[in-house]
């Protein structure tokens, strides 16, 4: 039945001329390599799964997955094959991502194979199906058997990064292979990179008052089902990766085989971590499970789309959904998404042959947080009404409060939270960024470095998107308020002190902080009132009542002019320029100071359009987001044009496999910037007017549902110039609709 309500849904719209949201996503080849892999995913779980001379393959990624050493581990590589072969031929070959039900098959001349993860347990489901009794080999495959060293250049992929440790290592997983289940783990030791980073950094003194993550975790899972039973044990090489393999083969031949994977994450003893597994096995009721996940992500399509699109636009749109799609297979995290790779990284040697590392692999780090890249993976879901995928980026902040606290008190000797740009995961920053080599002399809450000294404002950027969640969705935020209130409180009190330090005042002539030294993201640096920092600080005030003394104190955003031509400057001086971001336009986004509908427009349109480094730094590459500002602009010809490069195919064979960019492949704040990008092209909000197509060409016809405040939803249909549809939920709300196209709307 469902099958049908799809075909009928998609037959609908392309009878009006719209192509609807893919229901499906297919290759009719087998792949190469793990370079052609498919997404696939659920819950905090996600698959690498590809085709390759014969076999069917995937790595198995989970969030907090991390080792001694901060590298975000994969689970291992499976590899399933029946004999005789569903693959007779190539030419009836498929795999096929069925994106509104969340799982994936693979079919061949003789059956079928399908894949899914449960949403709400992790466990990875594998059933087969085939039309003639066949045999059934299911292998795991392990690179961890014996501790293995970290190359020079493969320390980016942990927290020690350019500054490893001599002969350090990834310790080996533990593999006890039974008659008919395979159990894997890996372990880490009591001392771990938290150790070495609470001794670099002076914080012994409160060291057991500090979130440690890390010490004796135990995560992996378990392989069983079927009537499996172990065969062989073999090695190999995969990608210039040496691995174990164990073979295990059902005891008959047979149409239907089923096999299942089941994870588990755990801080404590080993044996509690068996234990707990063994419970996670024990609540798989696998019909249950089924109907339960594909409801999750049926439910997941209906909050929010984009759909059709010209022939131009069409890839960007497929594009957009697909890249959502990949964002919901780590709902529930107990971490965020990982901006430089998420649970979807490969063979590092297909991204750069200069890397010829293990599929554990990514540069910047696994349990490094990276602020002003995250950011761009959450912004969009709020329009895209992913609310519930908010939390675990909220949750990692939330829960380190009392460490970056700790920093400030033992620093300082002040309050306040002091949140670095480079943040692990236990709360410190990045040993490599923080500095081994320091001048005894130098601040020791400063990383002795000349990209992140100072750089402490984008926590501000999520606090204001838990702010902006309550007025989109009246979630209740009542949690996190204390960690607005450190954050903000952490501003107000250092530059006071800083400045009653150099002087007998502590702010200016106009009773205004002096937020010196600052810096404008990484690029303008030793900086005076910057202006991501003044209008981040403004922002979160404004949308909130916490320290409501403290808006007085906040600077005038800096402005110049260039060439006889008003804009909006990075700061009010600074000392070097030492990166490519253009934070003269922050308050455009994400503070939205300036944009359509909104005062002083030139502005903001002549620093976009003539300021000298906005020109030289432009481009659509990576976590640039020329093109949301152009789309908050009204700029609709330049933010078509960098949404097509940016949201075009990938290299790689699935087409949202962005990157390296700046970061690693698939590059996931690439994705989220031209989300954002797409969302603002189509709508904005200013007070309570929603602006309708402020930035879409008319020649691309669309239909969209997008969220808005006050548990707004807007689902609008474009077509052939003209808007054919308009739905607003709660309809009273359809008297704050602005039609920036001016075109009449048929009902």
């Given amino acids: 039945m469902k099958r049908y309500i799809l075909t009928y849904l998609f037959l609908a719209l392309t009878a009006c001329g719209l192509t609807a949201q893919p229901a499906k996503y297919t290759w009719s080849t087998p792949s190469k390599n793990s370079s052609e892999s498919m997404p696939l995913g659920g819950g905090d779980m996600g698959l690498n799964v590809w085709v390759e001379d014969g076999d069917i393959l995937f790595y198995v990624s989970r969030t907090g997955s991390y080792d001694e050493h901060n590298t975000l581990l994969k689970q291992g590589r499976f590899r399933v094959s029946t004999t005789p072969s569903i693959f007779q031929n190539d030419a009836d070959f498929r795999q096929t991502l069925h994106l509104n039900d969340g799982y994936m098959t693979v079919e061949g001349t003789n059956g079928k194979v399908l894949i899914w993860v449960d949403v709400f347990h992790p466990v990875v489901h594998v059933e087969a199906k085939t039309k003639t009794a066949s045999v059934l080999d299911v292998t795991y495959e392990n690179w961890r058997m014996a501790n293995r060293p970290i190359r020079k250049v493969e320390g980016q992929q942990c927290s020690y990064k350019w500054a490893l440790p001599k002969d350090i290592a990834t310790t080996r997983d533990s593999v006890r292979a039974d008659e008919a289940t395979i159990t894997f783990f890996h372990r880490n030791p009591e001392t771990t990179v938290f150790d070495v980073s609470v001794a670099q950094q002076g914080m012994e003194s409160v060291k057991d008052q500090m979130y440690n993550p890390l010490k004796n975790l135990t995560f992996g899972g378990r392989l069983s089902g079927g009537d499996l039973q172990l065969k062989e044990t073999s090695t190999g090489i995969y990608a210039d990766t040496d691995f174990t393999a164990w073979l295990y083969q059902s005891k008959k031949a047979k149409r239907d085989h089923n096999f299942k994977i089941a994870l588990h994450t755990e801080q ?63 709902a529930y995290g107990k971490d965020p998404s990982k901006f430089n790779g998420g649970l979807f990284t490969f063979d590092p040697v297909y991204v750069d042959t200069k890397m010829p590392f293990t599929p554990d692999f990514r540069r910047w780090g696994g349990g490094t947080m990276t602020a002003q890249n995250q950011r761009l993976v959450y912004w969009p879901m709020l329009k895209s009404g992913d609310f519930d995928m908010m939390k675990s980026q909220f949750d990692f902040y939330n829960r380190l409060l009392p460490t970056v606290e700790l920093r400030t008190k033992v620093y300082w000797n002040h309050e306040g939270a002091c949140y670095t740009e480079q943040l692990e995961n236990y709360g410190l920053p990045n040993p490599a960024e923080y500095g081994f080599k320091r001048p005894e002399n130098f601040d020791k809450g400063i990383e002795y470095n000349a990209w992140l000294e100072y750089q402490w404002d984008t926590v501000l950027e999520f606090c204001q998107m838990i702010l902006d969640v309550k007025r989109y969705n009246n979630t209740d935020i009542s949690e996190y308020i204390p960690m607005i209130e450190s954050v903000v409180r952490f501003f107000d009190e250092h530059y006071r002190q800083l400045a009653g330090q150099r002087g007998r005042k502590n702010l200016d002539g ?43 104190r906040i600077p005038s955003m800096p402005q110049r002019t260039v060439d006889g031509k008003e804009m909006i400057a990075p700061a009010l001086s600074w000392e070097r320029v030492n990166n490519i971001e253009t934070p003269q336009l922050y308050p455009i986004f994400p503070w939205r100071v300036y ?41 609709t010809d330049e933010a078509v044009d960098l949404t097509l490069k940016k949201m075009g195919n990938g290299p790689h064979r699935f087409p949202a496999f962005w990157g390296p960019g700046y970061d690693w492949t698939p590059d996931l704040n690439w994705g989220g910037s031209g989300m954002i990008g797409m969302q603002e092209m189509l709508m904005q909000e200013v007070g309570d007017q929603i602006l309708l197509f402020p930035a879409w060409p008319t020649n691309w016809d669309v239909r969209f549902k997008l969220h808005a405040a006050h548990q707004t939803t807007v689902e609008v249909t474009l077509k052939d110039g003209k808007i054919t549809q308009l739905e607003v939920f709660p309809k009273e709300r359809e008297k704050d609709i602005v039609n920036y196209l001016n075109l009449e709307i048929i009902k």
């Avoid at 929010?304 to 010209?310: A, P, R, V």
């Avoid at 030294?517 to 922002?539: D, F, Q, W």
């Fill in 510 to 552: 106009d009773g205004k902080l002096i937020i010196y030294p600052g810096t404008a993201c990484e690029t303008y640096k030793m900086a005076h009132n910057p202006v991501t920092t003044i209008a981040a600080l403004r922002s979160v005030l404004e949308s909130s009542e916490v320290n409501p003394d403290m808006l007085g």
């Fill in 268 to 330: 404590g003893s080993i044996e509690t971590w068996e234990q707990s597994l063994a419970a996670t096995e024990q609540q798989v009721k696998l019909a249950k499970d089924r109907v339960a996940t594909r409801q999750w992500w049926n439910n997941f399509w209906k909050r929010s789309f984009i759909e059709g699109g010209s022939e131009e636009g069409a890839d960007v749109v497929r594009n957009y959904t697909l890249f959502r799609y990949m964002l919901g297979c780590n």
């Fill in 595 to 635: 944009g359509v509908g909104r005062p002083d427009l030139d502005r903001a349109i002549n620093t976009y359009s003539y300021d000298p480094d906005a020109l030289k730094f432009r481009t659509h590459i990576g976590w640039k987001q020329d093109n949301i500002w152009a789309a908050c602009l009204g700029l």
